[in-house]
């Protein structure tokens, strides 16, 4: 079982910054993929960006230009700069990792709340 904590969500106003860390307890530094969600009130869990193992990221367009995934891989930790912050950004931000293992396992973080005031 892996375990992922994260941490750096609070209340900001509308143009600010936060930065997410997730915690990983296991090694990120190869095969696997992460990824941070989220989940809006009343509104279907969304992808928001991923990194793999080698640095490659992707990022939904909502986000894109704004948002900025990074790892750490001697911390085992993920981060999620979050910069141009508006309130549509308000939303639980989780934390998942895919390992690659045989078969593949996924584990979910236990979210940290991001609410961006205008």
């Known amino acids: 079982q892996v375990q992922l904590a994260e941490s750096g969500g609070g209340l900001v106003q509308a143009g600010g910054s936060l930065r997410l860390s997730c915690a990983a307890s296991?090694?990120?530094?190869?095969?696997?993929?992460m990824r941070w969600h989220r989940q809006a009130p009343g509104k279907q869990r969304e992808w928001v960006a991923l990194?793999?193992?080698?640095?490659?990221?992707n990022y939904a367009e909502s986000v894109k230009g704004r948002f900025t995934i990074s790892k750490d891989n001697g911390k085992n930790t993920v981060y999620l700069q979050m910069n141009s912050l508006k309130p549509e950004d308000t939303a639980v931000y989780y934390c998942?990792?895919?390992?690659?293992?045989?078969?593949?396992?996924?584990?979910w973080g236990q979210g940290t709340q991001v609410t961006v005031s205008s």
């Open positions: 998942n990792a895919e390992f690659f293992d045989n078969p593949a396992t996924r584990y």
């Open positions: 296991r090694s990120i530094r190869s095969g696997n993929t």
């Open positions: 990194i793999t193992s080698g640095g490659n990221t």
